[in-house]
């Protein structure tokens, strides 16, 4: 549905709702305020260019996109990126790709491409999420230290080496200001959440600096004076040679905002209970990265850490995002100048920072404990990422995942399979069919039908999506699950986790042996506990009968007819 989530949600506002989206937009404007300067910084282009897109690109992406919630701008994901392309295309180059990339997106989003990106598979986000984190920690380590380093080399090997040799350079004054921004961002948190520990890592070692007049690099000394307005917008010449030229670098943003976006639209959805239009959402991306650039700005896309930020502090309308934009745009004029004055160790402890949250290191560890082939896709995308390049990272985990898949089903695939598979279902007798079952009230049966892998959990996420009101217990038959991969075990993680805020308890029954096998090394068999995985759905009925404290089966007046409550599309 091609229809901005503005709106819809525009039809039942309230003066009480734009009170809230008012706070919240505020909020975020202050909090994107440090980092879009530092992600313009860390790009290889001037600070108010990240200004410029956080302003511009959440304006359009709030008002055109399909997500309540999603705020917009520049991310540490694009760091990499831009800043290769910067240095081999320069700004022009840059900008061109991104208008490319836009259209390229808005593309996707009319032939409805968005429900795609959805089925990346886990381990291949996380490979190159985890990369990108990595690569980001390691441009900051000249501005950490104050290492006296003419030019920092791109090569993520030869990176370390001169860092390594020139680590005798260490300037304490700038390490001092870095080591008590990071300090304060990490405990600032346990005050307040309202107050970003960011803005306030500024404020303090600002103060610091110009008190003390400490000899360390700030904006102002490296890039001049920031502008206190937009731009002029600036058209630029593409002819078939820009684009032949430009195409990679396109593409390679055009897929990454999706990715983002979505990702960030998902785990929104999530924490509001909402769903976000996906076809909307990416026509939104292209949009804003189509007209950003005109006015100077860099890629944008959703951003994960801003949106956590938007539905924590009550903002659950585009409104919100929208007036994150104004305020970052009245910041930029009326106190713009000021932040010549910010050190630029500061900033490269907030992009220390922004590279931890990216790193999904504890996802990245439970991931060493899954199947062989998912800690393969996971390592390849990790390290080709890190070590040659994204666009190289993600193709190859894809290729990498599907080859797995086909690998996987030929395993557990069999001629009895198959043939259940051509049959009409109609046709089929199933003595232990859910309807031949006496489901107690307060018990809902689900059952997955298939590999389990990354597009069957997406749609096991949305069917779960269905139940308004949660039951008391939950049964997950999985009889014909015969594989499950990272994605799958990640999503019985989630809704176990989900379940446990509901107080529903979740029961597992019909595992085979290489989903139990899988489970175990993952860590869900200890999660969901022994005794509430079983063989067969009578056992599972059992133990739901156990837990709600009803008789055994031979009292018709303790069911309710299953068919009332049997879900299908």
Do not use: C
Request: glycine share 8%; aromatic share 8%; hydrophobic share 50%.
């Amino acid at each position: 549905m091609l229809k901005p989530k503005l709106f819809t949600t525009l039809k039942d506002y309230s003066k009480k709702q734009f009170t809230a989206d008012l706070t919240a937009g505020v909020i975020v404007g202050i909090v994107a305020l440090p980092l879009a300067i530092a992600f313009g910084i860390a790009s290889g282009v001037t600070p108010e260019k990240g200004i410029i897109t956080a302003i511009i690109a959440g304006f359009v992406i709030s008002f055109f996109g399909g997500s309540r919630v999603q705020i917009g701008g520049p991310t540490g994901a694009f760091i990499i990126i831009v800043y290769g392309i910067v240095q081999q295309y320069g700004t022009t180059g840059l900008a061109i790709a991104t208008i490319m990339a836009g259209i390229i997106l808005v593309i996707m989003g009319l032939i409805k491409f968005g429900s795609l990106i959805k089925f990346i598979p886990y381990p291949v986000v996380v490979g190159f999420t985890s990369g990108i984190a990595l690569l980001i920690f390691s441009t900051q380590i000249k501005d950490f230290f104050g290492l006296q380093l003419v030019k920092v080399p791109s090569e993520f090997h030869e990176k370390w080496i001169s860092y390594f040799w020139s680590f005798s350079s260490v300037n304490f004054n700038v390490l001092g200001i870095a080591v008590l921004a990071l300090l304060i961002m990490i405990f600032w948190p346990r005050l307040t959440h309202r107050i970003p520990g960011s803005l306030i890592a500024i404020i303090v070692t600002t103060v610091i600096v110009i008190v003390f007049k400490l000899p360390v690099d700030t904006i102002g000394s490296r890039f001049g004076e920031i502008p206190s307005e937009l731009p002029s917008p600036n058209l630029y010449e593409i002819n078939l040679s820009v684009i032949r030229n430009l195409i990679g670098p396109a593409t390679v943003i055009a897929i990454l905002a999706a990715i983002e976006s979505l990702l960030s639209a998902v785990v929104a959805d999530g924490m509001i209970g909402g769903k976000h239009r996906s076809n909307m959402e990416l026509v939104a991306q292209g949009l804003a990265n189509i007209i950003t650039p005109i006015f100077g700005g860099i890629p944008a896309t959703g951003a994960i850490a801003r949106t956590a930020t938007n539905i924590k502090n009550g903002g659950r309308t585009p409104v919100a995002g929208i007036i994150h934009a104004i305020t970052l745009l009245l910041i930029m004029l009326f106190f713009g100048s000021y932040a010549k004055i910010i050190p630029m160790a500061t900033l490269s402890a907030i992009l220390v920072i922004v590279a931890y949250n990216m790193s999904e290191w504890r996802a990245f560890i439970s991931l060493l404990k899954s199947p062989k082939s998912d800690i393969a896709v996971l390592l390849t995308t990790f390290f080709l990422t890190v070590i040659f390049d994204l666009t190289i990272a993600i193709e190859i985990g894809m290729v990498l995942a599907v080859l797995l898949f086909m690998k996987r089903m030929s395993e557990v695939s069999n001629v009895s399979v198959i043939t259940r598979e051509l049959e009409d279902s109609e046709d089929q007798i199933d003595p232990n069919s859910i309807d031949k079952k006496q489901i107690p009230e307060g018990v809902e049966v689900f059952e997955i039908n298939g590999p389990f892998f990354f597009g069957a959990a997406k749609k096991f996420k949305d069917e779960m999506a269905v139940i308004e009101k949660p039951p008391k217990v939950r049964i997950i038959r999985m009889r014909n699950v015969p594989a499950i991969d990272a994605t799958g075990l990640q999503t019985l993680k989630d809704f176990f986790n989900d379940a446990k805020k509901h107080k529903t308890h979740m029961i597992l029954s019909g595992v085979h042996t290489q989903p139990l096998y899988a489970m175990t090394q993952a860590g869900v068999f200890d999660l969901f506990g022994e005794e509430n995985i079983h063989g067969n759905i009578d056992d599972a009925l059992d133990r739901a009968r156990e837990i709600l404290d009803l008789p055994k089966l031979g009292r018709p007046a303790d069911f309710i007819p299953v068919v009332a409550r049997e879900r299908k599309k």
